[in-house]
């Protein structure tokens, strides 16, 4: 069972509200690129950024419960994100070729 961390009297409780907020709003324009962007370079970009934005979540939830296995996870998924990234850009660099 997940227990959270009361963080009424802590000052840092603002800060992960705000954290949070950061990233909705971050989350909610990076969807709107996926959906709206004009090309396949913007659409994969928005994809990646999601997946980071997620790894900044986990990272973020790992300090309000005091989990820090969380931790592992979230640089497991930003390895793993990485290396998508860049066999896309792989990808795009040999489509461009003649």
Do not use: K
């Amino acid at each position: 069972m997940i227990q959270l961390v009361p963080l009424d009297n802590d000052p840092t409780h603002w800060l992960f509200l705000v954290a949070g907020a950061v990233f909705g709003i971050a989350l909610l324009a990076s969807v709107w690129r996926l959906v709206v962007g004009p090309s396949l370079p913007d659409r994969v970009v928005a994809v990646d950024l999601i997946g980071f934005l997620a790894v900044g979540i986990i990272c973020v939830f790992s300090i309000v419960t005091q989990r820090s296995e969380l931790i592992g996870v979230a640089v497991v998924a930003a390895l793993i994100l990485f290396l998508g990234t860049a066999a896309f850009a792989i990808y795009l660099d040999r489509r461009a070729r003649p």
